[in-house]
């Protein structure tokens, strides 16, 4: 803390950081107090007791992008002073008065300010982290790789013709693919991938690009998901 600043949970008994070591955990209104005598926005936190010693933690909102927009009053507790005004330290853009638009708000952790003047001017921070965890994917991982083909017998029948990933299932991802030989060497590879591989190289130096049947090795890249490349064995069967 800084020097003359002291603390208080019930806004009345001020005392220096470290003096509340017999406090029972649980959710209090933290206000700070300078040698002026002006305080602070009473803030959240949470107390809890670790192997005998007291831990302070200021409430943070933890939100999700796709929550709705969130007051950053909210994080204060008690009777507290609403004339002040509210600045976007990161730049988000994600703020409009005294709320922001987690939708604005890539995942990551953020703060913002809360701004007094007056004769007891002072800005108090607040956090705010932001998650992923509310939204849904149209489809997982193991989903696309229980969809991709296991076998490509180009001859024109119209089953198993083409290699494909998720031909049944809309899950909103693009996909690069590279397939190999059994000698390791690059064969056919595409951005965006078309559902469109028949068996046919595009690494060829002679007049006929279709491959000899056997077992070729692929990786599937799937674009915008997080998710790892998907790696395995396709077996193509030509005449």
Sequence with gaps: ???????????????????FSNLAPGTYSLTARNEEGCVSQPL?????EVQGAIDIVTTTADLCTEDSTFDLFELFVGEYDNTGSWSDTNQTGALTGSRIDPSLLPVGNYTFSYNLGGDCPSTTTVAV???????????????????????????????????????????????????????G???????????????????????????????????????????????????????
Excluded at 1 to 19: L, M, P, R
Excluded at 44 to 48: A, L, N, P, S
Excluded at 212 to 227: A, Q, R, V
Aim: aromatic share 14%; hydrophobic share 30%; glycine share 10%.
């Design 44 to 48: 959240e936190v949470t107390i809890t």
């Design 185 to 239: 060497s690059e064969v056919y590879a595409a951005a965006n991938y078309q559902n469109n591989w028949n068996g046919n190289s595009d690494r060829s130096v002679t007049s006929s690009t279709q491959l000899p049947s056997g077992t070729y090795f692929y990786i599937l890249e799937i674009n915008g998901s997080g998710f790892e490349p998907i790696q395995g064995y396709i077996y193509l069967g030509t005449k």
């Design 129 to 183: 982290s932001i998650n992923d965890d509310c939204v849904v994917l149209p489809c997982g991982f193991e989903d696309i790789k229980d969809s991709i083909s296991k076998a490509v017998t180009p001859n024109g029948d119209g089953y198993n013709d083409f290699f494909t990933v998720n031909l049944d299932t809309d899950c909103g991802f693009t996909y690069n693919v590279k397939i190999f030989n059994r000698w």
């Design 1 to 19: 803390a800084e020097d003359g600043v002291s603390f208080s949970i019930n806004g009345t008994d001020y005392q220096a950081e470290g003096g």
